[in-house]
Structure formats: C-alpha cells, structure tokens
C-alpha cells in the first residue's frame, strides 16, 4: 500500500470517529436503544416465548399420543429342537414391532382449562414486557430531562461568571483611578472565585447526568455520550383541565399494571379449575397393533419314515395279536419372509379405559387448597395494584398542579430579581450602593434563573408521568 493510501485511510478512519463521538442523541433514539438493549426487558422478552411453548403444550393435550415400538431378540441357551423334539442348546431370533395409540376422550376439563390458562399468561406475558418498557423509557426520560436542565444551568453560571468578570475589570480600573476602595475589588475577585466554583459544580453535575443515561443505555463510554440541545417549552397540557377522578379512572382503563394483576387473577381461577379437574372420572380411548417374526426352522410336512416304518403301540386283548402304527418324521423347512410372518401375525386390540379417583392421600384435596389460596393472593394483589395506581395518580396530579404554581412562582420571583438588579445597577453606577450588597443582588438573580430551570423541567417532567398515567405516550411519534 503506497503512501498516499495509507494517510487516506488513516483520514478515513479518523473522520469517522470524530463523527462518532460528535454524535448528539435525541429523547427517542436514547428510549429506543434503551428498550433494545435492556437485560430486564430481554429477560421478560424470553419469558414471552415460554408462554408461546406453553401454549403449543396445552394445544398438544387434545391430540393423541401416539408411539411406535420395535425389539430384535437373541435367545441363547436350552430351547427345544424343534426337529427333534430334544433340549439342546442352540440360538433363536426374534423381531416384533408394535404402534399404539392413546387419547384422552374426558379429564375433567383440565386440558380444557389448561388451555385458557395458557392464552391468560400469554396475554399476561405482554402485559409485563410492556410494563417493562413503559419504566425503561420513564427513566430515560426523566435523566434525558436532567442532562437538559444541567446544560442551561450551566449556561446560566458560565454567564453570570462572565457578568462578574467584566465587573471585575471594571472595578479594577476605578481602583487604579483610586475612584473606589480596594476592598470592592477583593469582593469582587471572591465573587468571580465563586462564581467559578459554581461552574466546576455544574459541570460535574452534567458529567454525572450523562454517566446516569449512558448506563441506562448500557453504553462504556460516557465521556463523550451527549445529547441534542433541546428547547423544551413549557406547556400547559390538557389533562390538567380534567378532574383527579377522571384521570384516575382513565389510568384503570389503560394502564398496564393492572392489566397484568388482572391477567394474574384470572390465571388463578383456571388454576383452582384445573386442580378440581382431578376429582372427576377420566375416560382414555386406546388402540394397539403388534406383529411379530421369527428366523428358526419350522415344520411345513411329515412324511413316512422309511428307516423306521411302524413301531408296535400295544396287542389286541384277548387275541394278543400285535398292534403297529406308521411313523412319520417332520419336513424341515426354512423360516417363512420377514414381511409374509408379519402381515400373518398381526393384531389389533382397543378399547375405552375408565379411572374413577376413590383415594389419593388427599393430594387432590390439597392441590385445590393451595390454588384456592392462590388465588385470594391474586385477588389481594389485584385490589393493591387498583389502590396503589389511585394513589399514584392522586399523587401525581398534585404534584403537577404544585409543580405548575412553583413554576409560575418562580418566574414572578425571577422578574422581580431582573428588576431588582437593574435598579441595583443604577445605584451601583452613582456609588449608592457598595459592591458587597450588589454582589448579592447578582447571586439572588442567578439563584432565581438556576431555580426557573428548575421548576420548569420538573413541571415538564411531571406532566409527563401525568399524562402517562392518563394514557398518552411519553413520546409522541412525528
């Protein structure tokens, strides 16, 4: 590679890692990559797919189980000769091959109920992903929000230290014109040293705003994650014109949480169903075929024994005359086809099996038990979830309402401090005010704007749980 290559290359590579680090992330793109990477939210995407398996399991109750069996067999030792009809000690073989078939025709509705149950916790598995996600993007927000308020307050320190050094340059000159006492100088220079304390405070606080989002996102390097410069208006939202009671009633209708405790309850009535499922008779439908071959010799004939033509079986009472019978011996042939034994010794058998329950240990007695109380921790769960979203609501309307009035609070009080100052200003001018007292007009309007700043994204950050709440998306979607 020449020259010339390397050093583009070389460029290449370092334009796009500046462009990288240069990279400014928005709200969605941070809730986005949050919801995609977060192990919680994985795990609970993992726990859905389970749900799907359950679901195909509780399908596969109402098909058949159907197996097939095969066996080859080596029987070694004493048999008997066929031939012969003696013991000897001789290998035979045998092969058998069998299918049967079960179904469940009645079990007390539990693969009926099993069933239900599956698609519940299927629906309930959603619901959990979902609320999952719903807090990821909640606290992305909420430190996206915080990273913002951090930038302009630090914009507000970096300006009020460029006020105070300006006053301090011209305060030095007055000193040399021996205008104003030196003593005004040395409290300027501790206002400007303040001030510039102020300012590494701000910084390290954005730094560490950043580090929270960037570990939200699962990202190393946080040092140089940052994020769009946003202006945020304030607004006044909508459902803040509705009453607590019909926000809280919306949030019962939409809110995911009492989703999933309802989904959670109703799992538990299938549950008792299921487990008193066991007390009823099952009825099981059956079918079998076998069939079976063997490789030994058999008989296919007998024929007259030349060598031994009759033998003498007994004589005739009275007369003694003598009484014989023709011998024959067997015809010996080979084993007939595999197939052909097969298709000649099949069978078949089926039938209905019946199990009624009479006396378990009280296993069944206890399994409704366990799941009865289960079910009335459902149904707690469900009331506490039904209080605890009424309580948040409640709480969040409030704090909206309040956070609005602090707001509002803080942009009269900010007003009065600008007009303070610059009546402050005009008196400093015509030496009616000593530069301690106007140091201390400067920190009170400084003090006034970071507290604007403040108020104001905690009153957007609220309004956005409230609306959460009431069913409108924490981001909308351009």
């Known amino acids: ?278 007390y009823y008779p099952s009825l099981i439908g059956f079918y079998s075929f076998s069939t079976r071959a063997a490789y030994s010799d058999r008989v296919v004939g007998i024929q007259p024994d030349t060598q031994n033509p009759t033998s003498l079986i007994g004589y005739v009472q009275g007369t003694g005359e003598s009484v014989f019978q023709y011998n024959y011996k067997p015809i010996i042939g080979g084993p007939l086809p595999v197939l052909e034994q097969f298709d000649n010794n099949k069978g078949q058998n089926f039938g209905l099996q019946l199990t009624v329950p009479i006396f378990n240990g009280f296993a069944t007695r206890n399994n409704v038990q366990r799941s009865k109380i289960a079910l009335e921790k459902a149904q707690l769960n469900y009331e506490q979830q039904e209080l605890d979203l009424e309580r948040n609501v409640y709480t969040a309307y409030t704090d909206t309402n309040a956070a609005k009035e602090t707001y509002e609070a803080a942009l009269e009080t900010l007003a009065a401090r600008k007009l303070s100052y610059e009546y402050a200003q005009e008196r400093y001018r015509v030496g009616l005010m000593n530069v301690f007292d106007f140091n201390q007009v400067q920190t009170q309007l400084a003090n006034a704007e970071s507290e604007v700043l403040r108020t104001k994204y905690d009153y957007i950050f609220r309004t956005k749980i409230l609306e959460f709440y009431f069913g409108i998306p924490l981001i909308q979607n351009n």
């Open 1 to 278: 590679m020449s020259f010339k290559r390397i050093v583009f290359f070389l460029v290449g590579i370092l334009t796009i890692s500046a462009q990288a680090q240069e990279k400014k992330w928005t709200l969605q793109e941070c809730v986005d990559y949050a919801i995609q990477n977060n192990i919680t939210i994985e795990s609970s995407e993992l726990d859905y797919k389970s749900s799907v398996v359950n679901k195909k399991d509780a399908i596969g109750n109402f098909l058949p189980n159907i197996s097939g069996s095969a066996s080859h067999s080596w029987n070694i030792g004493l048999n008997q000769n066929i031939t012969t009809g003696l013991l000897e000690n001789q290998t035979t073989q045998f092969t058998s091959a069998g299918l049967n078939v079960n179904v469940d025709i009645f079990k007390g509705l539990q693969n009926q109920n099993q069933l239900r149950k599956t698609n519940l916790a299927l629906i309930a598995s959603q619901y959990q992903v979902t609320k999952i996600k719903e807090d990821v993007a909640l606290n992305v927000a909420n430190a996206y929000l915080q990273i913002l308020f951090n930038k302009e307050n630090l914009k507000v320190q970096q300006n009020q230290l460029k006020v105070n050094s300006d006053q301090f340059n011209r305060t030095k000159e007055l000193v040399d014109a021996g205008m104003v006492p030196r003593g005004d100088l040395l409290d300027v220079q501790a206002t400007v040293a303040s001030n510039k304390q102020a300012i590494i405070s701000a910084e390290n606080a954005l730094l560490l705003s950043k580090l929270s989002l960037a570990q939200l996102l699962k990202l190393e390097d946080f040092k140089s994650f940052d994020v769009q410069d946003e202006q945020i208006d304030v607004f006044q939202s909508l459902v803040l014109n509705e009453s607590s009671e019909s926000v809280v009633a919306k949030a019962k209708e939409s809110r995911t949480e009492l989703k999933l405790a309802q989904s959670n309850l109703e799992i538990a009535k299938k549950d008792v169903s299921i487990a008193r499922g066991a």
